[in-house]
T-cell receptor, first 114, second 114 residues
Framework: DGGITQSPKYLFRKEGQNVTLSCEQNLNHDAMYWYRQDPGQGLRLIYYSQIVNDFQKGDIAEGYSVSREKKESFPLTVTSAQKNPTAFYLC?????????????FGPGTRLTVL | KQEVTQIPAALSVPEGENLVLNCSFTDSAIYNLQWFRQDPGKGLTSLLLIQSSQREQTSGRLNASLDKSSGRSTLYIAASQPGDSATYLCAVSKPDNAGNMLTFGGGTRLMVKP
């Protein structure tokens, strides 16, 4: 059963802590993406990766870090430098360069800062 | 910088009504435009993808049109049902090396009342 999984579904963080959100895909996609969604708003791109061991900043990368050690995995770390991390985080993947293809999304992780 | 706007932000209609959701974008240099559906607390599901050379796409009761020169797209939902209640997001692709980078609108939250 192909798709994208994200874990955990809900995550609570104390101020000053780093937390890592997991994203795994078995669609054999080269490209992976992390988005942030605030209530009533659209998605904003945090980071994206087109190939293993390479990634690029999106529009709102400050306070976040990523790694891409395997094609299937693209974890996102929310660091203590992110001043307002409470949001819904979505991971997506797609083929690379197929301009008619869509991005496939995971179910999301809701992060709350206590 | 590409900006995507969706109007209205929220819409409530009685079951059976035909309705139109609007999306506008500021830069007409796009590769494609997509409409996504998002249920509360869930990820996004792609509904329709219109390539820049196309004028419309249809899937069941859904029809999406694209007027690239004027920077507008509409999503038409025929004979709305309570199960159509969700947030609908449009997104346009950026013409950059990643080939499939998306800029999202803020979404239209639709409620269809029985």
């Amino acid at each position: 059963d192909g798709g994208i999984t994200q874990s955990p579904k809900y995550l609570f963080r104390k101020e000053g802590q780093n937390v890592t959100l997991s994203c795994e895909q078995n669609l054999n996609h080269d490209a992976m993406y992390w988005y942030r969604q605030d209530p009533g708003q659209g998605l904003r791109l945090i980071y994206y990766s087109q190939i293993v061991n390479d990634f690029q900043k999106g529009d709102i990368a400050e306070g976040y870090s990523v790694s891409r050690e395997k094609k299937e995995s693209f974890p996102l770390t929310v660091t203590s430098a992110q001043k307002n991390p409470t949001a819904f985080y979505l991971c997506a993947s797609s083929t690379l360069g197929a301009l008619t293809d869509t991005q496939y999304f995971g179910p999301g992780t809701r992060l709350t800062v206590l | 910088k590409q900006e995507v706007t969706q109007i209205p932000a929220a819409l409530s209609v009685p079951e059976g009504e035909n309705l139109v959701l609007n999306c506008s974008f500021t830069d007409s240099a796009i590769y494609n435009l997509q409409w996504f559906r998002q249920d509360p607390g869930k990820g996004l599901t792609s509904l329709l993808l219109i390539q820049s050379s196309q004028r419309e796409q249809t899937s069941g009761r859904l029809n999406a049109s694209l007027d690239k020169s004027s920077g507008r797209s509409t999503l038409y939902i025929a004979a709305s049902q309570p199960g159509d209640s969700a947030t609908y997001l449009c997104a346009v692709s950026k013409p950059d090396n990643a080939g499939n980078m998306l800029t999202f609108g803020g979404g239209t939250r639709l409620m269809v009342k029985p």
